[in-house]
């Protein structure tokens, strides 16, 4: 059983900067992906960046350059730098381990003022 464990949300004005961070039980954590994921109201939820086993990223189109990921195979984490954040970035967002099934945390709510 893997747990995922979110924190770091909460409100933040625009062209301010927030740091997620995403910890992992289990001693797989190295071996696998990890991803962040949104859901804004009425939308599906989406991948915002992610991160591979060996260190390899990528980014939806909308953060790149904004958002960084990283992982700490040493303390099982993973952590999404968002910076020059926008109301558009505004939603719950999900830490995601890329397993078969995957696992999910419960979410932690960035909300973006104008």
């Known amino acids: 059983q893997v747990h995922l464990v979110e924190s770091g949300g909460g409100l933040v004005q625009a062209g301010g900067s927030l740091r997620l961070s995403c910890e992992v039980s289990?001693?797989?954590?190295?071996?696998?992906?990890m991803g962040w994921y949104r859901q804004a109201p009425g939308n599906q939820r989406e991948l915002v960046a992610h991160?591979?086993?060996?260190?390899?990223?990528n980014y939806a189109a909308s953060v790149k350059g904004r958002f960084t990921i990283s992982r700490n195979n040493a303390n099982n984490t993973v952590t999404l730098q968002m910076n020059s954040l926008k109301p558009e970035d505004t939603a719950v967002y999900y830490c995601?381990?890329?397993?078969?099934?995957?696992?999910w945390g419960q979410g932690t709510q960035v909300t973006v003022s104008s």
């Open positions: 991160i591979t086993s060996g260190g390899a990223t």
């Open positions: 995601n381990a890329a397993m078969a099934p995957p696992y």
């Open positions: 289990g001693s797989i954590f190295s071996i696998i992906g």
